[in-house]
T-cell receptor
Framework: EPEVTQTPSHQVTQMGQEVILRCVPI?????FYWYRQILGQKVEFLVS????????KSEIFDDQFSVERPDGSNFTLKIRSTKLEDSAMYFC?????????????FGEGSRLTVL | AQSVTQLGSHVSVSEGALVLLRCNYS??????LFWYVQYPNQGLQLLLK??????LVKGINGFEAEFKKSETSFHLTKPSAHMSDAAEYFC???????????FGGGTRLMVKP
């Protein structure tokens, strides 16, 4: 069964360092998303991406964050200068079509710990 | 701001008992509604979704949910709990056909033998 894969599963970094989280969406999907879940809190929407550009982003997704689909298979989330409060589980998701309510397929998450 | 509330962060039931996980949303406009399950060390998996067709929605693993507009609710039920149902369950809503999901806080279901 096709699945969304994320790497790394866990990353520990120092405050101020750049982090790149990688996702390989399901191959025929067109819509891509990042969500995050701070420990003990709700899963929150960060950004959606379609046709090589951001289609929506939340207020969490500030200038420190960027997304890219560099090679047609990977979908990356970059945090330019990490802060302690960026520590969270980051989930990538993809969807085949924007029409109707197609299912979002989520990856297993990348846990980011900022020290 | 529109929100989703899951009543009860932890629910414990005995094996074979009814499972009821509650979800309420705040909006006068009926959204699209979803339930996701997260097993330990795994991603979020869609259990079921409501998309303005039948108000009673059947999902995987014997779960179902009923959309009640008058109560702005979308509670998840299963007649008989199984040990393998132990997981975290998330209610989510979308007001833009599923592109941006707003999640509830999650309910951890524990099943006692």
């Amino acid at each position: 069964e096709p699945e969304v894969t994320q790497t790394p599963s866990h990353q520990v970094t120092q405050m101020g360092q750049e982090v790149i989280l990688r996702c390989v969406p399901i191959s025929n999907h067109l819509y891509f998303y990042w969500y995050r879940q701070i420990l003990g809190q709700k899963v929150e929407f960060l950004v959606s991406f379609y046709n090589n550009e951001i289609s929506e982003k939340s207020e969490i997704f500030d200038d420190q964050f960027s997304v890219e689909r560099p090679d047609g298979s990977n979908f990356t989330l970059k945090i330019r200068s990490t802060k302690l409060e960026d520590s969270a589980m980051y989930f990538c998701a993809s969807k085949a079509s924007g029409a109707g309510t197609g299912e979002l397929f989520f990856g297993e998450g990348s846990r980011l710990t900022v020290l | 701001a529109q929100s989703v509330t899951q009543l009860g962060s932890h629910v414990s039931v005995s094996e074979g008992a009814l499972v009821l996980l509650r979800c309420n949303y705040s909006s006068s406009v009926p959204p699209y509604l979803f339930w996701y399950v997260q097993y330990p060390n795994q991603g979020l998996q869609l259990l079921l979704k409501y998309t303005s067709a039948a108000t009673l929605v059947k999902g995987i693993n014997g779960f179902e949910a009923e959309f009640k507009k008058s109560e702005t609710s979308f509670h998840l039920t299963k007649p008989s709990a199984h040990m393998s149902d132990a997981a975290e369950y998330f209610c989510a809503v979308s007001w833009d056909a599923g592109n941006m999901l707003t999640f509830g806080g999650g309910t951890r279901l524990m099943v006692k033998p």
